[in-house]
């Protein structure tokens, strides 16, 4: 009979051998648990979510911004249609905020106020944000003379009062003689039946106001970008584009800026806050929104001028701009600190 062959022993690992093995292990068990990296905005998103203020905010806009939009639309009332027998009134079931001097529903008007307010702080920003980004872009990647030459006009723009700025800009070209209003009327006269009908002026001054906040208010940003450039141009990513021919615009538009995103949006948040504060402003000044049209700037003038006889036509309207205010104003502070690179291992 043969023997049943007998198991071959193993051979005793050395320490050293199983302490490659365990790490081996831990590697692997720990590649599979993180599943990758996170990426910049990944982050940002992450930080940003355990900011309660900033979301709290972000919900309050988004619920301000769709009650402009809805409540005007939704009402029974018109936000420009007098009632001289109803007069001013206190919040009723009729009317929830009250109604003004002239017996119009306040909540229509509030809300509708609200659509040019925003429209006014975004409008105007987008256009700082397209005239700084690209001025700012091309002075930083550039540099020398160019760079010199850019931020000296800056520099010189900045000496002038922004607020006496806009003032002048309103008082000297938004009127109705002037030659900005009759290229308006020539370019809306296609698209209406009667282009100098002068409900069509307060509209003229809206998009006035539009260029004008935008077109003043675009020098910080063009700081920014350009420190931000600078700082990015002599990176490596920019030399590997450089070597393989790409050309100048492309590498300011498509690596420079792109990766200057985060400062940028910041900024951006806190601008708009910025051109609605100095909408209103020009609005109690009378250079801003006229009638029929309406801005909280404009009512809150309006309610500043009776509210010793009746506080609810300046309590609602200036509510809404406080609130509108601090909130985007936590939201852009929750934006910078969860975009800060300083932060990404917290």
């Given amino acids: 009979m043969t023997r049943p062959a007998e198991p071959t022993p193993r051979r005793p690992q050395s320490r050293g051998s199983e302490r490659d093995a365990l790490v081996d292990t831990e590697v692997t068990g720990d590649l599979e648990q993180i599943g990758g990296g996170h990426s910049l905005w990944s982050d940002a998103f992450r930080r940003l979510k355990k900011n309660r203020a900033a979301l709290v905010s972000a919900v309050i806009l988004g619920a301000m911004l769709l009650g402009c939009i809805v409540v005007p639309e939704l009402s029974q009332w018109d936000y420009a249609k007098a009632d001289l027998e109803i007069g001013p009134t206190p919040p009723s079931a009729a009317?929830?905020?009250?109604?003004?001097?002239?017996?119009?529903?306040?909540?229509?008007?509030?809300?509708?106020?609200?659509?040019?307010?925003?429209?006014?702080?975004?409008?105007?920003?987008?256009?700082?944000?397209?005239?700084?980004?690209?001025?700012?872009g091309i002075a930083g990647y550039f540099g020398k003379r160019i760079d010199g030459l850019m931020m000296r006009l800056v520099d010189v723009m900045y000496t002038f009062p922004f607020l006496i700025m806009v003032i002048l800009l309103q008082v000297f070209f938004a009127n109705k003689d002037g030659a900005l209003h009759e290229l308006f009327k020539a370019s809306i006269r296609p698209f209406v039946e009667d282009a100098a009908a002068p409900s069509w002026f307060p509209i003229f001054q809206i998009c006035f106001i539009f260029a004008a906040l935008g077109s003043i208010s675009w020098l910080t940003m063009a700081r920014i970008v350009r420190g931000q450039v600078i700082a990015l141009r002599e990176q490596p990513f920019v030399e590997a584009a450089r070597s393989i021919g790409v050309g100048h615009w492309a590498i300011v538009f498509r690596h420079l800026l792109p990766n200057s995103l985060g400062p940028i949006i910041v900024y951006t948040t806190l601008t708009i806050p910025a051109i609605m504060l100095t909408e209103a402003f020009l609005s109690f000044l009378g250079l801003g929104t006229q009638e029929p049209l309406a801005s909280w700037g404009l009512l809150t003038a309006g309610g500043a001028e009776t509210m010793a006889i009746y506080p609810w036509l300046l309590i609602f309207p200036a509510l809404m701009l406080a609130i509108t205010l601090f909130c985007f104003n936590f939201l852009g502070d929750g934006l910078r600190d969860a975009l800060d690179p300083r932060m990404r291992k917290d």
């Fill in 95 to 136: 009317h929830w905020m009250g109604t003004d001097y002239l017996g119009r529903d306040l909540m229509v008007r509030v809300f509708f106020g609200g659509r040019i307010s925003f429209a006014v702080g975004v409008i105007a920003t987008l256009v700082s944000f397209v005239i700084g980004v690209t001025w700012g």
